[in-house]
């Protein structure tokens, strides 16, 4: 049983994806689309948190998704002059989705990945949604601390204290490093604050297990 789910994750890890394949399985994760529908996600107010794509390059995602094995299809009859595709999530596409969760993040996640990733972390158990939101804290820290040494650094190097004058050629990199710290310690909170809700959660499924266990 190990090797076979040994060999499962690395079959599932061969795919070399987007992040808008990556934004599509997270969608299908939730319930089969046309392809229409999933270009809706990835334009207007939505493209915030989705990777941002036209809409012939939704459908050029999914044929990829298709040959991949990630997902499938089936053919609607309609109204209009052509039949409608819905797509659906296979099982190969979910462990692809979830061995992408298990494996992330690597250097400092975009905002937009970790978007996606907030979106499929359903998909985990608390155990692993926990421990993603920490790895994901912990790199975010350990950046704010790369950022101030480098800010130290140039202040030393040009005997000058952030910010600059504004007319100092350094002026924009000091503004640049300190709205990359800002975005970071944003990062922390916000993760911080969803696994306080995933643990809260956990221990409200332990204490009913519990209660039903009196009960009996």
Not at 17 to 36: D, I, N, P, T, V
Not at 144 to 167: S, T, W
Request: overall charge positive; glycine content about 6%; some cysteine.
């Amino acid at each position: 049983m190990a090797r076979s789910t040994t060999a499962n994750r690395t079959a599932a890890a061969r795919p070399t994806m987007s992040a808008l394949g990556y934004s599509l399985l997270s969608l299908l994760a939730r319930k089969e689309r046309s392809g229409y529908e999933l270009s809706r996600f990835t334009s207007g107010p939505r493209s915030m948190i989705f990777a941002s794509s036209g809409h012939s390059n939704i459908y050029k995602e999914l044929a990829k998704l298709a040959a991949d094995g990630c997902v499938a299809f089936r053919v609607v009859k309609d109204a209009r002059p052509f039949d409608k595709k819905l797509y659906r999530l296979t099982p190969r596409g979910l462990a692809v989705l979830r061995t992408w969760l298990r494996g992330g993040p690597g250097a400092f996640v975009s905002r937009r990945e970790l978007n996606v990733r907030m979106h499929a972390m359903w998909l985990l158990p608390q155990r692993e949604a926990v421990a993603l939101l920490d790895r994901t804290i912990a790199l975010a820290e350990a950046e704010i601390h790369a950022l101030r040494a480098h800010a130290d650094y140039l202040q030393a190097e040009n005997k000058l204290r952030f910010p600059p004058p504004p007319r100092h050629p350094l002026f924009g990199t000091a503004c640049n490093i300190a709205l990359e710290i800002d975005s970071r310690r944003l990062i922390v909170a916000w993760c911080r604050r969803i696994k306080r809700q995933w643990q809260r959660a956990g221990r409200g499924r332990a204490t009913a297990a519990r209660q039903r266990r009196l009960e009996r």
